[in-house]
């Protein structure tokens, strides 16, 4: 039963579906077209292969998701889409969804989102040939605006020669091998007009014949293997590849004229780079749908391996699940009220990026960025926390949780660092971007923890002092220079971030609950609302108690609170892993999951 309510008579079969709903948006249309196709045999786990073996199946996988796509560009084009065929991929094969996303996101997108209608795209719309993209530098990451790579305009020629100055702007890490057949890539360089800077720009550049041999001027280095999803990093230079005019990818931007005559509509190139790189933003919400898709799939193995292992219970002789003991559920129900925080919100974000405004699209593409960075970090905390819970058989591959938590890495570094994100977010949320809500006039001590306001409430209060810190911090005169200013006030900034991330996701599942049409879904969803909000709040209580935004009797009872909730969720797992309406034929291949197997 819920925290607040009477029992509720409900099937659980409606229940699930009834959540399913709420996770899935357009579930049929566009969730449930990935969902069997990765749950083909195609795609089942194999055992025992080398790095380039695995690297090549991922090659073969990505010719098979190409061929099961009605139209390519549809899906390059539609955020919410795209974002759903990550969360289905990685699952099955995470350096798949890891080519999938640069080859349909980062260099199909931006040929999409550039002047193309001169431009044969067919190769890449069939797959004849495989995109890669190449922005960051060995020694320029997430300062990608000072890019060294060159593009500079031979007027003798009427080309453009790409070049690789020295070690440090070298492409660095990008899948240019020879691995997957002929391939090309967008490039990030340097545009050099008759001494003239003008800024950073994609360039088309081949990058293999069609046999897959590197062209001249092209050297590729593969690199040590990472612990994330296998694929063919490597370390990319050019020495004087010669490029026509029309490699450039133009827009209002920045145009070459055949005569090499550059024009701009926009005088910053700052603000030209962030225009080429456009497509980095719909990389954020993939990068989380990866990470939803790992987490649910996780958080559904450890739940229904906990309910069928058994083990000694606290009486001579007798057999329990895993799942009867609170030490063992209760991070895993913990666990589910995050996993639906973190889906709900990602179906919110996605939905304000792809209906931005001019006017808004700032605001839009900020808070992409602020949920990319929390829902990677939630899922490495989740599956973590799964494989744990799984033991020993946690970690085997084969077994859908070890290989997805070590990818999940990557996504947390990949379209920008995460750390890196949040502090631009929150210098924006201090300099405008945000206002905070202003306090309840109620009293504390007159409301309940229960209510689903007043927890919302007081994640709000953890903006407001988070915020008012740091712009106090900021302000400081006589505190030093502006750095000096600005790293006694990144603390406070970045927790300002992160309580944003929790009200906002908890709002989204209170908003759930309120739409919810099965009245067990409802309560169900409040609970999840209530346990989610609690954790934080527990955990920053004394903040709250030193703002007088919680009393000291309301402290004193958060333990018990939450230990009521979890509680009212724990027979409830199984109907709300079943929502996350995973990869069935996958899941049943689990060798954890085939039977139940006891344990002293």
Not at 37 to 52: I, K, N, P, W
Not at 183 to 194: C, G
Not at 257 to 267: E, I, K, N, Q, T
Not at 428 to 437: C, K, N, S
């Amino acid at each position: 039963m819920t925290v607040s309510q009477l029992p509720v008579k409900s099937d659980p079969l409606t229940t699930s579906s009834a959540l399913r709903e709420l996770l899935f948006e357009a579930r049929e249309e566009v969730h449930e077209p990935w969902r069997r196709l990765f749950s083909s045999s195609a795609f089942a786990y194999q055992e025992g292969l080398t790095h380039r073996e695995r690297t090549e199946l991922s090659y073969r996988r990505l010719r098979l998701v190409n061929a099961a796509m009605a139209d390519p560009r549809a899906v390059v084009g539609d955020a919410e889409a795209l974002s759903a065929l990550h969360e289905w991929a990685g699952v099955a094969d995470s350096g798949l969804t890891t080519i999938l996303s640069i080859h349909y996101n980062l260099f199909l997108g931006s040929l999409l989102e550039h002047d193309h209608a001169d431009r044969d795209l067919g190769p890449y719309l069939r797959m004849d040939r495989v995109g890669t993209f190449l922005c960051t530098e060995q020694a320029h990451g997430n300062d990608a605006p000072q890019l060294q790579t060159t593009a500079t305009l031979d007027r003798a020629t009427g080309t453009l020669v790409l070049d690789t100055p020295d070690p440090g702007a070298r492409k660095w890490m990008p899948n240019t091998s020879g691995i997957g057949g002929p391939k090309d890539a967008v490039v990030a360089a340097r545009l050099l007009i008759d001494n003239a800077d003008h800024g950073v720009f994609l360039f088309l550049t081949p990058l293999t014949d069609a046999s897959g041999q590197h062209l001249p001027g092209i050297e590729v280095r593969h690199l040590p293997q990472t612990a994330s999803s296998p694929m063919d990093h490597c370390a990319t230079s050019f020495h004087g590849v010669r490029l026509p005019l029309t490699a450039m990818l133009q827009g209002d931007h920045g145009r070459l004229s055949p005569d090499g005559r550059f024009s701009s509509a926009l005088g910053s190139s700052r603000k030209r780079f962030l225009r080429s790189i456009g497509r980095v933003t719909a990389g954020k919400l993939c990068m989380s749908g990866y990470s939803l898709g790992a987490m649910r799939h996780a958080l559904t193995v450890a739940v229904r391996h906990a309910h069928q292992r058994v083990t000694s219970g606290m009486t001579s002789g007798q057999r329990v699940p895993l799942f009867a003991h609170r030490s063992h559920h209760a991070p895993l129900v913990e666990a589910l009220a995050t996993v639906y925080a973190a889906s709900l919100l990602h179906r919110a974000v996605t939905r304000g990026w792809t209906r931005a405004t001019p006017e808004n699209r700032e605001d839009a593409e900020r808070l992409v960025a602020i949920a990319k960075g929390w829902t990677t970090w939630q899922a490495r905390q989740v599956m973590t926390e799964c494989r744990e819970r799984c033991g020993a058989q946690g970690l085997l591959l084969s077994n859908g949780i070890a290989g997805q938590l070590a990818a999940n890495e990557g996504s947390i570094t990949a379209e920008g660092d995460n750390t890196v994100i949040w502090v631009k977010a929150a210098g924006e949320m201090l300099l405008g971007g945000f206002t905070p809500r202003p306090a309840s006039d109620v009293a504390p001590a007159s409301r309940s923890l229960l209510d689903p306001g007043h927890l919302l409430d007081l994640l709000a209060d953890l903006e407001r002092v988070r915020h008012g810190r740091a712009r106090t911090r900021l302000r400081t005169r006589g505190a030093g220079s502006p750095l000096e200013r600005w790293n006694g006030a990144s603390g406070p900034a970045l927790a300002l971030v992160d309580a944003h991330a929790h009200r906002l996701a908890a709002q989204e599942v209170l908003a759930a609950a309120e739409r919810a049409a099965d009245p067990k879904a409802a309560g169900l969803l409040t609970d999840l609302h209530r346990l989610f909000a609690l954790r934080y709040v527990t955990a920053h209580s004394g903040e709250l108690l030193a703002h007088e935004r919680l009393t000291s009797e309301q402290v004193r009872q958060l333990p018990e609170t939450v230990e009521a909730v979890v509680a009212a969720l724990i027979p409830e797992a199984l109907t709300l892993t079943d929502a996350f309406d995973t990869l069935d034929e996958l899941t049943d291949r689990h060798p954890m999951l085939r039977t139940a197997v006891s344990v002293l």
